[in-house]
């Protein structure tokens, strides 16, 4: 039943109707992914992508694609406790539902470069004490299969939903999702910038391009003009 509600999962189709809603032209995405626009139009037909480059395109349009994903395919997977540090950022405030998100592109995908899935996956696998031919078992393929996919930098979004549900743990959330701060809306956002540095807080409004500098040592504030 999940493998038939599986290939429903067109992530082109997603993609190009959000593009459209929020004016992002295709030569835009081929940007976002390196590559040439006519390569870019082609990635939109197909119905599953890679998910560095689900991750870069939400960022681009500032849609969490993969929050949407993970609650139609693996809510039914407990989650771990999360313990894993924060990180200090640079953020922004949606002014009507008070949620925050980063606001750099780059914040939000530079980690990508030092995730490779195939460790994760590995390193799963040896904590359920799981051999070579157990993983193989379990997604159905052969040994030789699981050592290429150990070796992985990076794989498609139906493929990790599939080891997701083998391995009852899921990869798109403690892998990817938890590092993404996009918003999930469709609307674009009325935000301010807040930056958090070691010694101050500042808040900035990009349309009067003021900034409100709050000091953590005093509690002192003062009113900046950007010239």
């Known amino acids: 039943m999940r493998k038939t509600r599986l290939r429903k999962l067109h992530l082109g189709d997603m993609i190009k ?3 459209n809603i929020k ?9 976002a992914l390196n590559r040439s626009t006519s390569n870019a139009s082609k990635i939109l037909w197909h119905d599953d992508l890679d998910i560095e480059d689900i991750i870069r395109i939400s960022c681009l349009l500032k849609y969490n694609f993969l929050f949407f994903i993970v609650n139609d395919y693996l809510l039914h997977i407990a989650k771990p406790d999360d313990d894993r540090e924060t990180e200090t950022c ?7 539902s008070r949620k925050i998100y980063c606001n750099e592109y780059e914040s939000n995908i530079n980690y990508i470069k030092n995730i490779w899935i ?5 390193a799963t696998a040896h904590n359920k004490n799981w051999c070579g031919r157990e993983v193989a078992n379990r997604l159905k393929c052969i040994a ?5 996919l150990y070796q992985s930098k990076s794989l498609k979004v139906k493929k990790l939903i599939e080891i997701s549900e083998a391995f009852q743990y899921d990869f798109i959330s403690n892998v990817y999702l938890f590092r993404i701060n996009i918003s999930n809306s469709l609307n674009f956002l009325d ?3 807040i930056d958090v540095s070691k010694n101050k807080i500042q808040i900035l409004d990009p349309i009067n391009n003021t900034c409100m500098e709050y000091y953590r040592q005093n509690d002192a504030k003062k009113l900046i003009l950007e010239k």
């Not at 004016?23 to 940007?31: F, H, M, P, R």
């Not at 195939?118 to 590995?122: A, E, L, S």
């Open 144 to 148: 030789a299969m699981v050592s290429y």
């Open 23 to 31: 004016g992002v032209a295709t030569k835009d995405i081929a940007a």
């Open 90 to 96: 640079l953020l922004k405030v949606d002014m009507n």
């Open 17 to 19: 109707r959000v593009a």
């Open 191 to 193: 935000e301010c910038v």
């Open 118 to 122: 195939g460790k994760y996956i590995q």
